[in-house]
């Protein structure tokens, strides 16, 4: 292949759509390597992180343009062959996972238009393309007449959500909303900040309240918004891992008794760590009769909106004052994409900002809401998956992964080699490996410690090997009351059948007889 930038004529060369032909060897060489991708079946390479950390070493940028080829062969040789293979039935472990294979020749189209969705003038059709994209997801969760929804993507002043980069700064800009929206008959937050505004108010300080299965985006966010990281107050949780409501009363009466703000509630729908879903419709009671702001954390389990057989488990998220759900979980697109839903449009004019020079106030710029500021047109992958799925189409998939878990859940809850740590209320649960001595054995501080590091040794054996995945995380068992390692399941994949989650336990117990006869 021949190096696409001709010395003598770069700009043109490698600028010119037209000129393309040029660059046919190195387009080639990428789909070819695509494919190659595709076609294997390992998940993880055997290399270590300290031994891929050294094949990077220092570099300078290069004096002269590179060959291609030599760009090539190093993604050959040295990136795909360590990737991490998130398309594999096999890799049952996390919230990344497979993409429909629709979306990929839209990322080209992307790419080529290179729109930025921060205002009209750089981004026409996209504008109201993501409007419009808003207004299905919010018709969903909300429900408000199609009335409502008639005008809404022409009207400047109605604004239902805002596309971010992922439901980390979603649940930013929903706590912003919450602690703005709150402290507003006391000042103006962004205008004098927090301090001044809760001295004025006589408040010591502001928390947000939430179960300690948050997401730590959460914390992340109280921590920017000078809340500080301890203020997000932990509610304890059910043995069902659901927020106990009669604690968060508690916790509501003693702030309102010491003159501590709520800026908001969280609910979650669908936790990171075992899928599970908070009474929402209680904890809004609540958010009601106290007068806080109520917002949910959608960001897994806001996809269940389509299911007509699980989103009972989101009863309730209609009376939230915002909602996150995320594009680059359970709607199937590609990282980097999320979404805010406002129950109304004020809502969205706490957090709005204008500048004249580029977001002009009741101009239809999308900038004017977030707090992001250039960024990619990701709204092409929501609309097309949103269209070319459909609702039955969600819901078959949705349903399948939820199905497949529940059944894997059982069958291992069977197993005398395994014990479930947790029911799935969705498509996420814990369990963990009982080595043979100790599977007899009444529980003990001693045991459990033995149990736990057996069960690490296991998930780094099994990675290692790169042939399946689970991942791996903490749990506070309600039933013995102490902090467990567990392995964790997310059936995230639509390939991903019982027989290939059984393979993923026959591969584990192979690996934990050999751990055990080594030991
Ligand atoms: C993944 C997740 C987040 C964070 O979203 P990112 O897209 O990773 O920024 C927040 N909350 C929950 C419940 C999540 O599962």
Redesign the pocket.
Known sequence: MENPLYKENLVDSTFSYFDEKENVGFKNAIENMVLDYLADEQINSPASTEQLAKCFGFKRVPEEGQLAETLIQELEELILPHSVNTGSPYFIGH?TSLLPNFLRPLSQLITTLNQNSVKVETAKAATFYEKQALAMLHKEIYGYSDEYYKNLVGDPSKISGVVT???????LMALQCGRDISLAPYGDVEEDGIYSVLNSAGFTKSVVLGTHL?????VKAMGLLGMGRSGYIQIGTDDQQRLKVRELRCQLERCRQEKIHVAAIVG?????ECGSFDPLDEMADLAEEFGVYFHV?????GALMFSDEHKHLLKGVKRADSV?I?G??QLYLPMGI?VLLFKTPEKAKHVSTEADYIIRKNSQDLGRVSIEGSRPAKVFYLQAALKLFGKSGYSEILDGCISVARNLSHYIDQSSEFELLTTPQSNIFLYRYLPTALRDMKSSEEREQAINDFNIRLQEAQKHRGKTFVSRTKFMSPKINESLVALRVVIANPLSSLDHCKEVLRDQLQLARELEKSI
Do not use: R, V
């Open positions: 919230m980069s992922g439901g980390t700064i979603a649940n948050g997401h730590y985006s959460l979650i729908a669908g936790t990171t954390d959608a960001a897994w389990g996150t995320d680059h979980k999320g």
